[in-house]
């Protein structure tokens, strides 16, 4: 990943650990995804039926092996 996360030579304790793409799900919803080493990474937008303020959630799972057993 490109840049150390300092922003104009400010410091920084932000480190960053995955890249995230958008994608779509079956269902038409917009949402998140990326890898961190083993795992799956999704970000999600808040359902209708949750409460509180929040605006997503962060969701992550065993991903499973990348082709080539890595």
């Not at 490109?2 to 410091?11: E, I, L, N, Q, V």
């Not at 793409?21 to 970000?43: I, Q």
Request: charged share 20%.
């Amino acid at each position: 990943m490109a840049g150390d996360g300092s922003g104009a030579g400010k410091p920084n304790n932000m480190i960053e650990v995955c890249w995230l793409f958008p994608a779509t799900s079956s269902r038409g919803t917009e949402y998140l995804r990326g890898r961190w080493g083993g795992l799956r990474v999704m970000v999600l937008p808040k359902r209708g039926t949750d409460t509180g303020e929040h605006t997503h959630t962060l969701c992550i799972a065993a991903a499973p092996p990348r082709d080539g057993g890595r």
